[in-house]
């Protein structure tokens, strides 16, 4: 169990909220954001977020060959470069909100000899398999990535991270992941199932098809967090489930991207009960699958703006609303201060 952000800074935060020159509840979800940020800092006018670390996880998953995606998994490799040269979308918004970004490579089905090894520091496998057949991986594939989430948030952690983003790149990684926010939640597939890169209709049934043969394979073992992510995630998937839940232990809090980013959530409240209070999500996505977890772990999107390109993009997108709710809460003027 994970220790929750204080109880008594929330409700100071909420208390200094209502007293602000302003009519009461005019900042919206501004002010609701504040009063998080406020609870995770353990401050009630803590300063904005100032030291923004997002990770980029990259894998490859063996669905994508079976028509679940629009685009070919070569593209995986290709985007991972487009990180590193810093042209990849997300790359743009970090570097405009000042927002440290790293690539890592845990199961991308290609090597990077020219690239810095640390690309590959914890890479567990090449891709993985199909889930409709078989296991995505091993239970100690599993371990291994589990372990390597750990690692990688400590390590941004100890780099001095405010808050921390974990973002997506792979194809054919929405599948995996709405299969994972089903199995938690015990959802049927096509509550879960959305287009993704943008698969048509034919694509989507196949996609509905693939996530009900891979749950039903799957069986009761979707019970447990960590068979849950063998039988239907990837080492990219159990990573950031594993950095998500590493960070809420530490007391650092985590902006939520989209469905990957929210099926990783899912699964470290699963891994480690108490996770949720320590997250906050940047933006709804178009996935249906992740509005149904962010309900389920109680969370409200900052942000509405139809973006389905994950990366991190939507966490990054909604840093600045965090860093102005953050500075309302503590510069604005109490009402009682003007009479
Ligand atoms: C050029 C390109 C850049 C991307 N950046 C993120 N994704 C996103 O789309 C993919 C998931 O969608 P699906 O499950 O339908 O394949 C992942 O790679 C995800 O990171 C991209 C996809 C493409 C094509
Ligand atoms: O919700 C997302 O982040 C998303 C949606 C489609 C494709 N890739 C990511």
Do not use: C
Request: hydrophobic content about 50%.
């Amino acid at each position: 169990m994970i220790t929750p952000p204080s109880p008594t800074v929330r409700d100071a935060a909420r208390d200094r909220l209502s007293a602000l020159a302003i009519p009461a509840g005019a900042l919206g979800r501004l002010g609701e954001v504040a009063v998080w940020w406020s609870s995770v800092r353990g401050e009630t006018t803590p300063a904005p977020p100032s030291h923004v670390r997002a990770v980029v996880f990259a894998g490859d998953h063996g669905v994508a060959s079976h028509g679940v995606s629009a685009y070919p998994s070569a593209i995986t490799g290709a985007m991972v470069r487009a990180f590193v040269s810093g042209v990849a979308g997300v790359s743009v918004l970090a570097r405009q909100h000042d927002v440290t970004l790293r690539v890592l490579d845990l199961g991308v089905d290609g090597d990077f000899p020219d690239l810095d090894p640390a690309l590959g520091e914890f890479k567990v496998r090449r891709g993985t398999e199909p889930i409709h057949l078989t296991d995505a991986m091993t239970a100690n594939e599993t371990r291994q990535a589990i372990d390597a989430g750990r690692r990688i948030a400590e390590q941004e952690i100890a780099a001095g991270a405010d808050l921390l983003i974990g973002g997506d790149m792979g194809i054919g990684n929405t599948t995996p992941a709405v299969a994972l926010i089903a199995g938690a939640l015990g959802l049927a597939a096509e509550d879960v199932v959305g287009r993704g890169t943008g698969i048509d209709d034919a694509g989507l049934a196949l996609k509905t098809d693939v996530v009900a043969t891979a749950l039903k394979r799957a069986g009761d073992r979707v019970a447990d967090p960590v068979e849950l992510l063998a039988a239907l995630g990837s080492p990219d998937l159990a990573a950031q489930a594993s950095f998500i839940s590493t960070a809420a232990q530490a007391g650092v809090p985590v902006l939520l991207d989209g469905v990957i980013s929210v099926a990783a959530a899912i699964v470290a409240e699963r891994l480690t009960p108490g996770v949720a209070p320590w997250l906050a999500a940047g933006h709804r996505s178009t996935e249906q699958a992740q509005w149904r977890a962010l309900d389920a772990l109680g969370l409200e999107p900052l942000l509405d703006l139809d973006m389905r390109l994950g990366e991190g993009s939507g966490a990054v997108t909604a840093v600045p609303i965090v860093r102005s709710a953050a500075l309302l809460l503590s510069q604005m003027a109490l009402l009682d201060e003007l009479m």
